[in-house]
């Protein structure tokens, strides 16, 4: 899931679009898919892009990306800024760690 692919109608109404990957996920009583890593940059789950096994965790890390832009207004990817704030996870998780935003358990 990515922002590009919520769209909204005449009425704002949410509608999602483009579930290839989602067609891939896991059915039944599966916990994962194996595949060739796809996805967009930004929104891929490390877990997912380093061992190629499509979770139901790999669609909660791409909602957290969405909503990581709708908080801050930028992009999951954005090769304009510097090095270390291109990635908005992991700028955020500076941010956090930096500011103290969260306390670890």
Do not use: Q
Request: with cysteine; charged share 25%; net charge positive.
């Amino acid at each position: 899931m990515k922002s590009a692919n919520i769209l909204l109608d005449d009425d704002f109404n949410p509608k999602l679009s483009d579930f290839g990957l989602a067609k891939l996920g896991p059915v039944g009583d599966r916990t994962h898919v194996s595949t060739r890593v796809m996805g967009t940059y930004g929104f891929c789950a490390p877990d997912y892009a380093m061992s190629g096994k499509l979770t139901l965790k790999s669609d909660v890390y791409s909602f957290g990306v969405l909503l990581l832009e709708l908080i801050t207004g930028r992009r999951a990817f954005d090769p304009s800024r510097a090095r270390a704030e291109r990635n908005l996870t992991i700028w955020a998780m500076i941010i956090r760690y930096r500011y103290h935003l969260v306390k670890d358990n």
